[in-house]
């Protein structure tokens, strides 16, 4: 990316500005975004394209869960002595938040393969960053380290690829300045590239969330973690919790209790003793989705997938499948880390079409694309509802799976903010998806090609390694067939 950056402690914004106001000011010699920067971060685009296969047959474990790395990592930072981390995603993502870890004054070390170590700063003593925080494609790592920031008196630039800087950061910053943070500068409409300064005395807010984010309440909690009172988020619908668990598990003084039908209010005392602790991180069920489907839709398959997450708010696809009629069979449940898991084997299904309610979407909006395609090898309609998020995602994630199935032969629609799959058992392929530089929706339809009658080609590969880096060796390894480029 085109930035040019300068020392940003000495002049941060015009004299006399108010704490917890934002401003569209924009500092002078300090971010300069190219009009005419590339596309992503990763280097020249990579097709790839996914032909049809024999029987996938075999045992894969997915990369570690991409929420638990990065949260591991950060709450390294936040601890004072060693947290010691086995299983961590090595994926770019988690290693820019590694990075912004370094930047705030934690040692991180790796140890081998999925195994690191932090030496935390500890809570209240984080370092001012010398340079930007760029996380690339990252969007988890940069909202949850806004919330470390803004509760701490640092000022810090946040910024990314050309996706990230797509992204609304808003949402994040509106609690965030309600707890007394300073938004410098911001891009518009509330991207990156942002200037934020943080404070040190972080204002206990009750905070009504209008959307189930996990990102959202995580980055208010992370700010509320060096406040001097209570903070207390609400949801109508709840999200991801690994926030609240991972809290717990390093010692914070934190509650969740049901509100209303299906929300949740969770409420964390300031100021935690946080304790270093060792982190087991479990297979990453938005990962293991896309071997899962695969198993499902390529004829003759019978895969085990190993030691994937169980938690309640993170098998929503899982459901949906076995509503579908998926041969879905799960083994040896037990508890890894702190949260449940369980292999699971999976054969070739005849699939027929569902609803999916719209409060299923938070325990599964990352798997949209991959059910969407399993939804087009299915039998009649599949009615998704309630995706607004996807249009938030790192790219519009509902108008890129509606050209992606275009593209393909797939009959779909989409009303308000629900997509519709109308299913014929088979998918002629033959399309080139444009990825928009979002990971799953690549994985998604090479997942569809290794099924289809035709190949089907995705436009850019090269962003998968940001969470599922070991993707086309580990699918290979069950029978998969890719060839980097074009079908032609």
Aim: charged fraction near 20%.
């Amino acid at each position: 990316m085109a930035i040019a950056t300068s020392d940003l402690r000495n002049d941060i914004g015009p004299q006399g500005v108010l704490p917890a106001q934002r401003k569209s000011w924009q500092p002078r010699g300090k971010i300069v975004a190219s009009q005419n920067e590339s596309s992503g971060s990763h280097g020249p685009a990579s097709p790839m394209t996914a032909h049809r296969s024999g029987p996938l047959n075999g045992r894969l474990k997915p990369p570690g869960d991409k929420s638990i790395s990065h949260r591991a990592l950060i709450l390294g930072l936040l601890c004072v002595g060693e947290t010691s981390i086995e299983g961590l995603l090595e994926g770019e993502d988690v290693l820019r938040t590694a990075s912004a870890c370094r930047a705030l004054g934690a040692k991180v070390e790796r140890l081998g393969e999925g195994r690191w170590r932090v030496e935390g700063a500890g809570l209240g003593s984080l370092l001012q960053p010398s340079d930007v925080l760029d996380f690339g494609n990252a969007g988890t790592g940069t909202r949850l380290m806004m919330g470390v920031v803004g509760g701490h008196g640092l000022t810090a630039t946040f910024d990314g690829d050309a996706s990230l800087r797509k992204r609304p950061m808003r949402r994040i910053l509106d609690p965030l300045v309600l707890m007394g943070v300073e938004v410098v500068s911001e891009m518009s409409g509330g991207r990156c590239p942002i200037v934020i300064k943080g404070t040190a005395e972080p204002a206990p807010i009750e905070y009504r969330s209008p959307v189930a984010s996990a990102q959202l309440k995580s980055a208010i909690l992370l700010a509320g973690l060096n406040s001097p009172g209570r903070t207390t988020v609400i949801e109508s619908e709840a999200s991801r919790d690994h926030t609240e668990k991972m809290l717990a598990y390093f010692g914070a003084n934190i509650t969740s209790v049901p509100e209303g039908a299906h929300g949740r209010k969770i409420t964390l005392e300031g100021r935690p003793t946080l304790t270093p602790r060792a982190v087991i991180v479990p297979a990453d069920p938005s990962s293991a989705a896309f071997p899962l489907v695969a198993a499902l839709i390529v004829p003759g398959s019978d895969v085990t997938i190993e030691a994937m997450m169980m938690n309640p708010l993170r098998v929503g696809l899982l459901t949906t499948l076995l509503e579908m009629g998926a041969d879905i069979e799960i083994l040896n449940p037990r508890i890894e880390g702190g949260e449940d898991v369980a292999d699971l084997r999976v054969r070739h299904s005849a699939l027929h079409g569902v609803h999916v309610p719209a409060e299923r979407a938070p325990s599964m909006i990352d798997e949209y694309p991959v059910l969407a395609v399993a939804a087009g090898f299915a039998k009649g309609e599949t009615r998704m509802r309630g995706l607004s998020e996807l249009r938030v995602k790192e790219s519009d994630r509902l108008a890129a799976v509606a050209a992606g199935l275009a593209a393909n032969g797939v009959g779909h629609s989409i009303e308000g903010d629900d997509l519709i799959v109308t299913g014929a058992g088979r998918v002629a392929g033959g399309g080139t998806v444009a990825t928009h530089l979002d990971h799953r929706i690549a994985m998604s339809f090479l997942v569809m090609g290794l099924a289809s009658d035709a190949p089907v080609t995705i436009d850019d590969a090269g962003m998968i390694a940001t969470s599922f880096p070991t993707f086309r060796p580990a699918l290979e390894r069950l029978g998969a067939s890719f060839v980097t480029g074009d079908a032609g």
